[in-house]
């Protein structure tokens, strides 16, 4: 899947808002929601070929929103490298944006299916459930630390993340043909692999190995950005212990290394990383359940059990 | 038509991302994409109850393009009232926006057609097509007035309003099972139509009535903006005059007003309006002979033919 976008073509006129595009689509990445839609195609005997144009239209409506939210979120740089906003301006992000999320839908519409209806909804409405994720996560940003709570941000990360996961599932399924209660159990398997991966990412944020993990510890921390580490702390910690964490996100003037060592420190002394472990360990646990339920040859299933290990391996 | 999202429902969780699409798809207009789009499935016989989801579809995107378009043109106002950006943000704007082109999907994907690849195919196209439209308008905004030519100039306003109109008349035949040379008549009546209401807005703006029109004289030259007026303008001046007209646009220590006085005075000593007048009329002549063609019920072409009416009535 590496060499996804190689053969296409993605540089029409007007130039200006089709190279920031290709730019995106070429810039890499795991490419985790392809290869999930093709899998899951497999698992139920589907062809490959009917199904490469929706795995691509998935992984364009993905860049799609990582450019948009690259935007809102003002993140310079994404894979290393400077993100569209910063390259070309504001109005070029939007507008290039809103041409990939028709095109991810080109992709959809070149080949007929009988349940085309079905696939496009499900791909849209994830669309949807994505951008209400996206919202709930600026929402997030205007609220004391105190106002999330962790019911709230696993709602957030559902929508955000794992959806999309858990939809490219669906639709790989539903390509193939399978029936209605598999896809369910295919489409939860995907939702709490998604929520161990974006509560890993969580973790890594600050536990991570910088060379590996390829982000400078601590962003979070010094982005005041609310994630499960800071939440699950203010549940677990004394009093005394939280109020001294919500101290140091609600005080502004606090130098954002300082904040990132005490609150590191913080975490530390109430031994919150076994904690985390446990919960990335149990959404593990269910997609791993939510597997085996799956009607299906071992086989097929066989990527999904490589893709958690790899996943879980992270951590590592 | 006018009443068309009365019995739907937007606001949904978060309301930050929903009342902002609730607000601007209220806010009115003449609605008339869904209008030809049901007319379009009239012409050919088709059911009204099974085009009324397209045709909020077509309308939901137009708001979205309308939404986005505001906040890349800093347009402080729509429709009289505050624009999206202005109320709640950019990045509201954005999200909002993103979200709308998806509940426009939503009501195209709510029922089933024989031809659904095919419509949808039309529809995203168009979608594109607007896309590129809009782009191209941003890059004449960098051009200095002499580097935009008629031809490049129609070609954008074709994209950016044209295809849309010409589209959703597309669509509405599409579901009445029109057969196809038809419907490339209806089309070609669309773009005509759109170049005629188009260029008549370019016009309205140096000559309409305010109070009829809605929106205050000359805006286009107090924004620099290269419109049909300046572009013919500089096509037909003698050399002096070109010159003359390029300096009002170049130079940007020019007061607003005395701008608009000395831009429109030039357009009254070449004869500017009758020339306008003319090219609006072969365009709205096209669009005539394009809809005489179809061959459908005269009956079917009398809402297209009032529309053409009250279209070229706004320029008395």
Redesign the interface.
């Known amino acids: 899947m590496a060499a996804i976008f190689a053969e296409e073509q993605f540089v029409?006129?007007?130039k200006?808002?089709y190279e920031p595009i290709d730019y995106t689509l070429r810039l890499g990445g795991k490419r985790i929601r392809p290869t999930l839609l093709l899998a899951a195609n497999a698992l139920f005997g589907g062809k490959e070929e009917e199904v490469l144009d929706a795995a691509l239209g998935i992984e364009t409506f993905h860049n799609f929103t990582l450019l948009?939210d690259d935007?809102?979120d003002r993140s310079p740089l994404r894979r290393g490298q400077p993100t569209v906003y910063t390259k070309w301006g504001?109005?070029t992000a939007?507008?290039s944006?809103?041409?990939m999320?028709?095109?991810a839908?080109?992709y959809f519409?070149r080949k007929?299916s009988p349940r085309?209806?079905e696939i496009?909804?499900c791909f849209?409405?994830t669309?949807?459930e994505v951008?209400?994720g996206?919202?709930?996560d600026?929402?997030f940003e205007r609220l004391p630390i105190e106002g999330v709570s962790i019911d709230d941000y696993m709602d957030m990360i559902r929508q955000k993340t794992a959806v999309l996961l858990a939809g490219a599932l669906k639709i790989g399924a539903l390509y193939a043909g399978a029936p209605a209660d598999e896809i369910e159990k295919l489409y939860r398997f995907g939702i709490h692999l998604g929520l161990a991966f974006q509560l890993q990412d969580d973790l890594l944020d600050g536990y991570g190995d910088t060379a590996v993990f390829g982000k400078k510890t601590g962003q979070d921390i010094r982005d005041l950005k609310k994630n499960y580490l800071v939440l699950r702390a203010l549940q677990i910690a004394a009093p005394e212990q939280k109020k001294a964490l919500a101290n140091l996100y609600n005080d502004a003037s606090i130098d954002e290394d300082t904040r990132v060592v005490r609150v590191m420190d913080l975490y530390e002394s109430i031994c919150l990383k076994p904690e985390i472990d446990k919960a990335i360990d149990a959404e593990f646990e269910k997609a791993a359940q939510c597997l085996d339920g799956i009607q299906a040859p071992e086989e097929g299933k066989k990527p999904f059990r490589e893709l958690m290990e790899s996943l879980n391996g992270r951590k590592k």
């Open positions: 029409f006129e007007p200006e808002l948009h935007l809102m504001d109005n939007i507008l944006g809103d041409t999320f028709a095109l839908w080109r519409l007929p085309l209806q496009l909804q849209n409405e669309a949807i951008c209400e996206q919202q709930k600026m929402n």
